[in-house]
């Protein structure tokens, strides 16, 4: 079978010297089977002609928003519903502007702004555009929201500098597009996939809070963004979500069952209550390792002058490992939070808590782990697999692990 079958891709090309190699990329992928539609800005079409990318894919090049005819109903929206990805081959420094503003003046814009699929683009232009902190800032604010965004080479440019901005070579983008489309699926696949009904799965979120006294506590950087991710994927796959959360600024997801906590003891009793029902636990939790052996019932006031304050702390429960030593029928999945030695660490982790899987993230980096929209997970399995998947929202690492949970249990 071809490699792409079934995979529909919109090429947005922008209107840059390179874009003339996107015809060699829109041929790659109709020779593995992939549906290329082509959507170009008009500077485009001064360096590529459309016909070219009309009689390599076999698709009409949408030029405007505007397209009537017979089959066609809202250009962009219908392009942006039904992509498996959506690639900018290349992107031009003012459509990288254009995209990080949210601005929508033509039919490779609209699309964007109305995609869901996974995005990858790869930027071509001259050096002191590239590096211009205004670039720079609208390509960090991609990556954060959850862009694959390839570095450009170094070179000699069109334009004669040196320097870095050229167009990655064909074979390197085709290698990151085939990475992207291994880890995403199709939308047909995953559209209408309730492959989780009748499974219930409890999820951990956020931090705990350790009381020092009724208004201080020991915390972590946890936003709670992953957990909500996986309760709001594993609800939208059909499961019977309970969310437990320590403090967080978010809303329940919808249709999932929610009970709040502060304390790791209080997340522990919450998990223990209901461990018995489930099928499938997750814990995405930052549970506090350490708890204040004597809390203060009272504010603690500073005294005299007194310069130093020492607080005992006790170990709390590890509650995955307690789930791990006894579980049934119920699939464990944790997760690592770490700065280095993350393969190391986590499998180290995987054994000891008896997990069936272990979700590892580089908490070092600005666009993974704490807080941010953005996830890169490696997923380690109990008998000896491994699966790094790129950096993406939280919500489509949400649905990775949860792939990773349904290929496991055999559903
Ligand atoms: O909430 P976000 O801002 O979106 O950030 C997401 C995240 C970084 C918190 C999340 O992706 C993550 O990595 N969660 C686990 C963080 C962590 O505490 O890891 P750990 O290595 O300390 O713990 C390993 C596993 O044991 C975790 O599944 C944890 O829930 C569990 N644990 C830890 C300690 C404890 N006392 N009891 C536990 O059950």
């Known amino acids: 079978m071809e490699k792409f079958a079934n995979k529909k891709v919109v090429l947005a090309v922008s209107g840059g010297i390179a874009a003339y190699k996107a015809a060699d990329v829109a041929s790659w992928l109709t020779k593995n089977g992939a549906q290329v539609h082509c959507v170009l800005t008009k500077a485009a079409t001064e360096f590529v002609s459309p016909l070219v990318l009309q009689s390599l894919t076999g698709h009409p090049v949408v ?3 505007f397209v009537t005819g017979p089959g066609w109903g809202i250009v962009h929206i219908e392009l942006a519903a039904e992509a498996d990805l959506l690639a900018v081959i290349p992107a031009t420094a003012n459509i990288i502007a254009k995209i990080a503003a949210g601005i929508a003046d033509d039919a490779l814009t609209s699309t964007v702004l109305a995609a869901t699929c996974p995005l990858f683009m790869a930027p071509a232009m001259n050096t002191h555009m ?3 902190p205004a670039t720079q800032q609208n390509l960090q604010t991609l990556r954060q929201r959850g862009w694959q965004v390839m570095s450009p080479a170094n070179g000699r440019l069109a334009c004669g500098a040196v320097g870095r901005g050229k167009l990655p070579a064909v074979e390197e983008i085709e290698q990151e597009l085939e990475r992207l489309f291994l880890a995403a699926g199709t939308k047909a696949e995953k559209s209408d996939r309730l492959d989780l ?14 009381a020092i006294d009724p208004v201080r506590y020991i915390s972590n950087r946890s936003s709670g963004k992953m957990g909500y991710a996986v309760a709001s994927q594993a609800a939208a796959r059909g ?40 099928d499938v636990v997750i814990m995405a939790a930052a549970v506090a390792d350490y708890r204040v052996a004597e809390p203060a019932d009272h504010k603690i006031k500073k005294t005299g002058d007194n310069q130093e304050m020492t607080l005992r702390l006790l170990r709390n429960p590890d509650i995955l490992q307690e789930l791990g030593e006894t579980k049934q029928q119920q699939f464990l999945v944790g997760f690592a939070a770490e700065t280095h030695n993350l393969e190391e660490y986590a499998r180290g982790k995987l054994a000891a808590k008896h997990a069936d899987l272990l979700v ?3 908490v070092s980096r600005a666009d993974a782990g704490f ?24 919500l489509a690492a949400a649905d990775y692990i949860l792939d990773a949970v349904v290929e496991k249990i055999n559903i």
């Open 371 to 394: 807080d941010v929209d953005t996830n890169q997970i490696i997923i380690f399995a109990a008998d000896g697999g491994r699966q790094a998947y790129p950096l993406t929202t939280k």
């Open 239 to 278: 499961a019977e979500v309970l969310l437990v959360s320590g403090p967080t600024a978010l809303q329940p997801p919808a249709g999932v069952r929610f009970v709040q906590v502060e304390s790791a003891c209080q997340m522990r009793e919450a998990v223990l209550a209901e461990y018995a029902k489930c």
């Open 197 to 210: 009904a009748g499974k219930k799965v409890l999820v951990t979120a956020g931090p705990t809070t350790e």
């Open 130 to 132: 590239y590096e211009n």
């Open 360 to 362: 590892a993230n580089d």
């Open 63 to 65: 030029q405007d928003e």
